[in-house]
Every structure is written in structure tokens, then in C-alpha cells.
């Protein structure tokens, strides 16, 4: 009697664990419950189809019912589905043969056994769905920020724990330089993948990847978060410098100052999370070599010769500009290329050329008013030849120019270079 009374609490157990188990809704788990049922039936009895299992997960019980035809004493071929007449009219006198018989079965009696298999059934199914809901529920949160505390850190591997008790790896080359981490921190990251292999979900974040650098900005600057500001393009080298391009369509907004916030104070505490690597914020531009000229800054270029087939830029600077233009370790020209997908290259102006290769734009204020120039300025060129290689339609639209004004610009500046050749010659 004990025994029994074991195997009923041990069964009971069995069916709270499974109740109470979490991201699997009441449909899924009556299913479940059934087909674990069923399958345990099966192997006793070599078939569940005369069964009825009827499960209530919000009661925490279920009934099981065998079916089995009323057939004449001594004809009973499959004891499973057939019962003889005497035998059911034993649990009932009424009966007569062709009749169904549907007797409640007390599945603590099949033993230790069966209900081991159940436990073990139930387990398998458990852990499979787990698997399926945790990955439903991260592949299509790629590139989302998360927040997740730290709960154990490995040589290779930091793990996060979210809000909801779900495992976050953070891989070591995913973490930025100088990324110390204590039991119990509280880490931003970013989800960079969802691995399924062999049907077991893992879920990998990144502190690296230039989506984190995006929705952090998105979260700190609301004009980003609001459309108001467009962010074009990122680029970073994990905790050494970033460089970001942003447009904004509304002319009253300076996407420079929505970023970088009073003095400083937007763009800070997103440093500060990336341990002080220092963010670049410049104006898009379709215009590419505008866009590589904004992307060198500090550096003050001469001149741009395009590949646009091979995506590359020959780049020509004073010499005293070229050690700007490359950057402490080479990270501004890097991140600069990696800004415009362009492979930029450097080259030093020689002494020879730079008599006649460019001229900066105050040289013109004897011929060109100096309101023109400083139009042409605010747009972002400061040479001849920027001005002379940019479209004319853009100096039109950009600087708020006149049609007629840009044209004799034009001429001013290409009349000097002119001059220049006909004196070489």
C-alpha cells in the first residue's frame, strides 16, 4: 500500500513540474501532457487508439479511459479492445454483448516503471519546447538592445542572465577593450545571433558590433528614435574611436548639436558606456567625395580622385596634413573607409604641383564676393578644385545659390587654372 501511495505522490510531482513550467501556453501543454500520456500506454498495452486521456492542467489532474468491446465468453482475440461477457458483467450486469465497456485506469498501477518513463517522456518534450520558445522568441530580435545581469564569467565567455532568467553569452572578442565585469553588473549589449544547433538554442550578444554604437544612440538622442534625424552610417574600432554619419531632412534641426547634446552631455554618457572610445559625429552626403573629405576630418584635403567601379580614393594632402588624415595607429583613415566603403589611399602634394594643383577659396576675394565664398564655405568646400570637381546643381541647391552666380564662379576659378597652364606651356 505504500509503494502505491509513493508511486500516486511521485506521479502527482511529475505533473506539477510540468504545470509549472514556464513559455509554453495551456494548449501546447494539454497536448503535450496527452501525448506523453499515450505514448507510455502504447508501450503496455501495444496500442492507444481505444484510450481517452483527458488532461486539466489548471487542477493539476487527469483521467485516462480504456474502451473495449462487449464480445461472448471464450471469443476474446485482443484483450486490450475486447472484454468477455461475464467480465463486464461484473462491472456492470446490464451489459450485453456489441456494447462498449469504459473503465477508468489508474495509471499509478502500471509501477514504478511506467510512470519513470512518463517522467523521463515529459522531460524530452519539456526541454524541447523550451528550446523552440526560446528561439522563437530571439531570431527576430537580432540587432535589439538587451540588458542583462552578470552571473558567471568564464576565460572566453561572459554569461548574462536577462529579466527573464534567459541565458545571454557574451564571447570575449565581443567585448569592448578594458570591459571588466563584476558578479551581478548590470551589462548593455546588443544581440548579434541566434545559434541553433542540434535543436539547442544559444543566444550570443555583442558589445562590438556597430549595431550596439546604433541603438544606443537611438535610445539616448530622441531625434534619432523620432526620425527626426537619420542616422546614415557607423563605424568603430571597439574602444579606441567611432565615426558616425547623420542627416536630418528638417533644416531647423543641427543633426551635429541633437547628437552631441549641451556641451557634450548626450554624447558622453554613450562614451562612457563604451569606455571612453571617442565618437565622431559628421553631416551625411551623397556626394562621395564630399562625404570622404567630412569622413578625414580633421585632416584638410587638396584634392579626390575617384575609382567608383573598385570603390577606392586616391586622397592628396599638404604634407602637414597627412598625419591627420591617417590618425594616431592609422584609426581615422580605417574608420573613414570604413564610413564610406571606400579603400582611401594618402599621397602627399610635391612641391612642384602644389603651385598649381589647388587653391583655397579666400585667394578668389578680388574677383568673387566674399558672400559667394562664404556660401560655398558653409557648404563644406574651402578649395578651387572642390568646388570645380563638385556638380554644379549641388553648389546650386546646397549653397542657395543663383544659377548665373555659380556660373561665373566657375569661370573665375577655372580661368586661373588656365592661366596656369598656358604659363607651364
Not at 284 to 302: C, G
Not at 390 to 395: M, Q, S, T, V, Y
Amino acid at each position: 500500500m505504500a509503494k502505491k501511495k509513493t508511486e500516486t505522490i511521485s506521479l502527482i510531482d511529475t505533473f506539477s513540474e510540468f504545470k509549472e513550467t514556464k513559455n509554453i501556453d495551456r494548449t501546447t501543454m494539454v497536448g503535450v501532457l496527452e501525448e506523453s500520456f499515450r505514448s507510455v500506454i502504447a508501450k503496455i498495452f501495444g496500442s492507444d487508439e481505444n484510450f481517452d486521456v483527458i488532461v486539466n492542467p489548471d487542477k493539476g489532474d487527469f483521467e485516462i479511459y480504456r474502451n473495449r468491446e462487449v464480445v461472448a465468453d471464450g471469443s476474446v482475440e485482443d484483450p486490450n479492445k475486447q472484454i468477455s461477457l461475464s467480465e463486464a458483467r461484473e462491472i456492470d450486469p446490464d451489459y450485453e454483448e456489441g456494447e462498449e465497456v469504459s473503465e477508468t485506469i489508474d495509471f499509478a498501477k502500471f509501477g514504478r516503471r511506467a510512470i519513470l518513463t512518463l517522467r523521463q517522456t515529459l522531460a524530452s518534450k519539456i526541454l524541447e519546447l523550451e528550446h523552440d520558445s526560446l528561439y522563437n522568441k530571439f531570431k527576430d530580435r537580432v540587432g535589439e538592445l538587451i540588458t542583462g545581469e552578470v552571473y558567471q564569467t568564464w576565460k572566453n565567455e561572459t554569461l548574462l542572465m536577462d529579466e527573464e532568467h534567459n541565458e545571454l553569452l557574451l564571447p570575449k572578442n565581443q567585448q569592448i577593450p578594458r570591459d571588466f565585469f563584476h558578479k551581478g553588473d548590470a551589462v548593455r549589449a546588443v544581440i548579434d545571433r541566434v545559434d541553433n544547433t542540434n535543436g539547442n538554442p544559444k543566444i550570443y550578444v555583442s558589445r562590438t558590433s556597430p549595431e550596439f554604437l546604433r541603438r544606443l544612440l537611438e535610445q539616448e538622442i530622441p531625434e534619432i528614435a523620432d526620425g527626426l534625424i537619420t542616422l546614415q552610417r557607423v563605424a568603430r574600432i571597439p574602444g579606441e574611436r567611432a565615426k558616425i554619419a547623420v542627416e536630418s531632412y528638417d533644416d531647423r534641426i543641427d543633426a551635429i548639436g541633437a547628437c552631441v547634446g549641451v556641451k557634450g552631455a548626450r554624447i558622453h554618457g554613450i562614451v562612457r558606456e563604451l569606455n571612453n572610445e571617442n565618437i565622431d559625429v559628421i553631416n551625411y552626403t551623397s556626394n562621395i567625395k564630399f562625404f570622404i573629405q567630412r569622413a578625414l576630418s580633421p585632416a584638410q584635403i587638396l584634392s579626390i580622385n575617384l575609382n567608383e567601379e573598385e570603390h577606392k580614393a586616391e586622397v592628396y594632402l599638404r604634407p602637414d596634413q597627412v598625419s591627420l588624415a591617417i590618425g594616431k595607429g592609422g584609426t581615422n583613415i580605417k574608420l573613414a573607409s570604413m564610413l564610406t566603403g571606400y579603400t582611401i589611399d594618402v599621397y602627399r602634394e610635391t612641391e612642384e604641383s602644389e603651385q598649381t594643383d589647388d587653391i583655397y577659396l579666400e585667394e578668389f576675394a578680388d574677383e568673387v564676393d566674399q558672400w559667394v565664398i562664404d556660401a560655398i564655405k558653409a557648404i563644406g568646400f574651402t578649395t578651387a578644385k572642390e568646388v570645380l570637381n563638385a556638380p554644379r546643381e549641388l553648389l546650386i541647391e546646397k549653397a542657395d545659390l543663383e544659377e548665373d552666380t555659380v556660373d561665373e564662379l566657375l569661370r573665375v576659378l577655372r580661368a586661373e587654372f588656365e592661366d596656369d597652364d598656358t604659363t607651364q606651356s
